[in-house]
């Protein structure tokens, strides 16, 4: 009777652990039958042969760890391969400025065997009626004529006439020039011409042949017509280059109206009309611009770092708090496993 109440007793705290409660007192005592005694055994070595559920929540908070961490390295190399692209392929800005008067431009004539016959400055676009077309008038412009050697051969001498070109965008200030060619061999007639940024810069050099050979260089040159009135609109733009350097180039919009000769006696000589003038009072400027920020890419590293911390430091107190569970559950099952035997 002593032993039967004895498996009793053990009897009872095994249930106790399959509920979850290893001390738990059993007050109802019941005989033992040899098939108790045999399920008895068997739920004690179930208990001793049961390791893998205690690691559960140990493997379940190392995948918490890898489903942050992951993400976030990602997230990293992304980042910097954004940063590095944009590096290497900034965006184009345009902006304009908008002003009342502009540096007066140069304007280089190579008329040939061409005449300048008349210069003037008018406004609002009115240019008054012609008078005597084909002789020598007014000449009101600011000119200067230069020789210097072809840039492009260093050999061939080339003559140019330079004229101060328009400044008050405001008013409509336009140059009005007549030029005048008696013959030609040749089986079309056109006087080239180029603009370059400040007539003042070329006033003020020392070295105008060397300055000419440069605008040739750098600028782009076009021709107007004999017989034609060319009007010719003029914009800028400067382009803001990576080493901090700007350059000018200039834009135009030309119309061409047929000039009509009343000229008493016909004649084989040839007129040539042009007008230079503003075309709107904004200046465009153009420049490169890197849009990729390093103080926002560091802010957005620094915070994917504090959650990496933070998500390794969740990891941490969880590995220990899992083994502290363990250790108090093993110092619980190794008790009861004691008292039972």
């Known amino acids: 009777m002593e032993k039967a109440v004895k498996f009793a007793y053990a009897a009872g705290t095994i249930a106790g652990l399959q509920n979850g409660v290893p001390n738990l007192a059993v007050h109802h005592i019941h005989l033992l039958t040899p098939h108790t005694i045999r399920q008895l055994s068997e739920d004690v070595e179930r208990i001793s042969e049961n390791p893998t559920d205690e690691r559960g929540g140990e493997m379940e908070v190392h995948e918490d760890a890898s489903s942050v961490i992951l993400p976030a390295v990602f997230l990293v190399y992304q980042t910097i391969s954004d940063f590095r692209e944009k590096l290497k392929h900034p965006v184009m800005s345009v902006s304009y400025k908008e002003v009342s008067l502009y540096d007066a431009p140069g304007i280089a004539f190579y008329p040939g065997k061409a005449q300048l016959l008349s210069c003037k400055h008018h406004y609002y676009d009115h240019i008054l009626p012609l008078i005597n077309p084909g002789q020598p008038g007014d000449i009101e412009c600011i000119t200067q ?196 035997s």
Request: charged share 25%.
């Open 145 to 340: 004529r230069i020789n210097y050697t072809d840039p492009f051969t260093n050999q061939t001498m080339k003559y140019a006439l330079i004229v101060q070109g328009p400044r008050d965008v405001k008013k409509k200030e336009l140059v009005f020039l007549q030029f005048h060619l008696n013959g030609t061999d040749q089986d079309f007639s056109a006087i080239d011409y180029l603009l370059f940024s400040s007539f003042e810069e070329f006033i003020n050099s020392p070295e105008k042949a060397e300055f000419m050979k440069d605008c040739e260089s750098s600028y782009s040159s076009w021709k107007f017509s004999g017989g034609f009135r060319t009007w010719v609109k003029m914009s800028l733009v400067k382009t803001k280059e990576e080493d901090g350097s700007e350059t000018v180039e200039f834009k135009q919009e030309t119309s061409v109206v047929n000039y009509i000769d009343q000229r008493a006696e016909p004649r084989s000589d040839q007129l040539f009309f042009v007008v230079f003038e503003w075309k709107d009072p904004f200046i465009q400027t153009v420049q490169d611009i890197i849009t990729a920020n390093p103080w926002n890419m560091i802010a957005l590293l620094c915070g994917i770092f504090l959650a990496l911390f933070k998500a390794a430091d969740f990891a941490k107190l969880s590995v220990k708090w899992m083994i502290k569970i363990r250790k108090r559950h093993l110092k619980r099952r190794s008790q009861a496993m004691n008292h039972i």
